[in-house]
T-cell receptor, first 114, second 111 residues
């Protein structure tokens, strides 16, 4: 079991470029999440999905898009990168059963937009 | 909006006990989680409370008072490896809603 795998680990983008942050989980979890974490701040929810084909906006969705075509994959797309999107991005997943189940996090993608 | 407050930083001595507080004002409540996050790493799950009282797990314990909107994480016999950020998070609504996180408390353990 690899858990939640994120790629790449680090990336530098120029303003206006686009990229996709990949997230894959092998635990057959229905729920998946994308968070961003800025220095000294907590995790802020960007988008989430409760199953294949279903996505919902979180607290800070502007500038991002997601898709969920399979249970395993939940990629995050940045179309026109801006310096404000410099952050550490975490993908997480959890099983559907019960509100007490914890989320499992990937190792994060550290993105710098210059 | 949802509001979750934690102290920004704390310092404690190796071998001592430290209590990290978390207060929350949310539109609903369906459980409170504590996560540990070492610098440059992913958050990892520590504890979960949904009913009032104390949950103990080894050196770590977590307490919840729903009427006061208050929780704490208690770390005993502190070790240097406990230096990390501790994140308090609330599940506001039903089981399929995402967690809302506080800003985290950075704990430094000194010799």
């Amino acid at each position: 079991n690899a858990g939640v795998t994120q790629t790449p680990k680090f990336r530098i983008l120029k303003i206006g470029q686009s990229m996709t942050l990949q997230c894959t989980q092998d635990m057959n979890h229905n729920y998946m999440y994308w968070y961003r974490q800025d220095p000294g701040m907590g995790l802020k929810l960007i988008y989430y999905s409760v199953g294949a084909g279903i996505t919902d906006k979180g607290e800070v969705p502007n500038g991002y898009n997601v898709s969920r075509s399979t249970t395993e994959d939940f990629p995050l797309r940045l179309e026109l990168a801006a310096p404000s999107q410099t952050s550490v991005y975490f993908c997480a997943s959890r099983p559907q059963t019960g509100g007490n189940t914890e989320a499992f996090f990937g190792q994060g993608t550290r993105l710098t937009v210059v | 909006g949802q509001n979750i407050d934690q102290p920004t930083e704390m310092t404690a001595t190796e071998g001592a006990i430290v209590q990290i507080n978390c207060t929350y004002q949310t539109s609903g409540f369906n459980g409170l989680f504590w996560y540990q996050q070492h610098a440059g790493e992913a958050p990892t799950f520590l504890s979960y409370n949904v009913l009032d009282g104390l949950e103990e797990k080894g050196r770590f314990s977590s307490f919840l008072s729903r009427s006061k909107g208050y929780s704490y994480l208690l770390l005993k016999e502190l070790q240097m490896k406990d230096s990390a950020s501790y994140l308090c998070a609330v599940r506001v609504l039903s089981g399929n809603t995402p967690l809302v996180f506080g800003k985290g408390t950075r704990l430094s353990v000194i010799a």
